[in-house]
């Protein structure tokens, strides 16, 4: 009896493990999704790279203290924005981000009438504000990887040959795959130096382009920027990356 018991114990701890499994891969392809729509927005609202990514950690932490069933994660994005533009001193009106939101959603559809519904979604986008400033402990401001990216980027420059570097588009793709990391959590698991490392690190690698030493037996370059930082470290959070972009084929 015993052994039967442990087989069906077993048996539903696997079923167990599965499902939380699948639960976690589809919420992974909704915030890859709604933090995609973040980001597509931001832009047509004309914000700049930094308080779309403060929108982008306020809606992944938010999301980090309750279910994704309990709230509309759109209404979340939207509100993310709204404050966000506020965090980073780049303030948004309500219409624009409704208008962009309602666009983006139902493309070739008309501009929203102030109607009912506009002011009702418009008071639905302040207090879900109020709710995930509430839920967050008011701690909405964030350090992000772009300044000490645009350090190293500056420091590789004025490193490595001038033609080298120039010829091969390293910083773009760095501040690519920077922007990418967004639509999931690296900057919340990770130090942002070890991020602006590792994207510049797999932007050098996808480019073929490799760091001179000074002298022989000297610190690898990452560590020149960061000491406590491993290859490791680096390997783990470019591994993180890559799967974003396998589940961006995934969805696409």
Request: glycine fraction near 4%; include cysteine.
């Amino acid at each position: 009896m015993e052994s039967g018991g442990s087989w069906v114990s077993e048996l539903k701890k696997h079923e167990e493990e599965q499902e939380n499994t699948e639960t976690a891969t589809r919420e992974m392809r909704t915030h890859f999704k709604i933090t995609r729509f973040i980001m597509e927005a931001g832009v047509k609202l004309g914000m700049q790279s930094v308080p779309i990514a403060t929108a982008c950690m306020v809606y992944h932490r938010f999301f980090r203290e309750t279910s994704l069933e309990a709230y509309d994660p759109y209404l979340v994005a939207m509100s993310a924005i709204y404050l966000a533009g506020k965090v980073e001193e780049q303030h948004l009106r309500t219409r624009d981000i409704i208008n962009v939101s309602h666009r983006y959603l139902h493309p070739g559809s008309e501009t929203l009438e102030l109607d009912s519904h506009f002011w009702e979604l418009r008071d639905s986008i302040v207090q879900c504000e109020l709710l995930m400033l509430r839920l967050l402990n008011f701690q909405v401001s964030f350090q992000h990887p772009h300044k000490y990216l645009l350090h190293y980027l500056l420091s590789m420059k004025h490193w490595m040959n001038r033609h080298s570097w120039e010829r091969t588009p390293v910083a773009a793709a760095a501040w690519a795959l920077l922007r990418d990391s967004y639509h999931g959590t690296l900057c919340l698991q990770h130090k942002v130096q070890h991020v602006a490392i590792a994207v510049l690190y797999l932007a050098l690698q996808c480019y073929g382009v490799e760091v001179p030493a000074q002298a022989a037996g000297e610190r690898p370059w990452w560590q020149v920027f960061s000491e406590d930082l491993t290859e490791q470290i680096i390997l783990d959070i470019v591994s993180e990356l890559i799967q974003l972009y396998a589940l961006d084929t995934e969805i696409s």
